[in-house]
């Protein structure tokens, strides 16, 4: 959460040629409900569920940069989709994700104590990630350019 995934997915995209698929965006179209509203209305574990489903369907029909939500690969089936491609972690620290998620509008993770709920996401979700990643991009400091640069030279 505030890595700058969307961002640096459509840096990528455009810089390669290709199409820049997220599958937020996918939950967003097929149900025609916002992520924070279906959180609300329907629960995380029906959002998981939709989520394990794009996710699988982006893989399978999708060639270009996909933009994964961030609790994506906390399903097992969704980790073992991933073996064997490319994966990038964009890491990033506690200070700047709380500059960049603000008050966490929007995000329904976030409700209460927004540095808090970072925190303890950040410590429950970084070890999943980076047992997923083929690379590490630490995103702290930098502007998504920098970081779709050194994307784009791992990568080559």
Excluded: C
């Excluded at 599958?23 to 574990?45: K, P, Q, Y």
């Excluded at 999708?62 to 961030?70: K, N, S, T, Y």
């Excluded at 409700?111 to 970072?118: C, Q, T």
């Amino acid at each position: 959460m505030g890595a700058g995934k969307t961002t640096v997915a459509g840096l990528l995209g455009e810089a390669w040629g290709v199409p820049v698929r997220d599958t937020d965006a996918d939950i967003e179209a097929s149900t025609g409900r916002e992520i924070a509203d279906i959180f609300v209305e329907s629960g995380e574990d029906h959002f998981r569920d939709l989520e394990a489903a794009a996710v699988a369907a982006a893989i399978a029909e999708h060639e270009g940069v996909l933009a994964l939500g961030g609790g994506a690969v906390l399903r097992p089936e969704t980790r073992e989709l991933l073996a064997g491609v490319p994966v990038v972690f964009l890491r990033v620290g506690l200070s700047d994700a709380v500059k960049r998620v603000g008050l966490g509008v929007g995000r329904p993770l976030l409700l209460g104590n927004v540095r808090a709920r970072i925190k303890a996401l950040l410590d429950e979700r970084t070890p999943v990630y980076e047992s997923v990643a083929t690379h590490v991009v630490d995103t702290d400091g930098r502007l998504p350019l920098e970081v779709a640069a050194e994307i784009q030279e791992l990568l080559r």
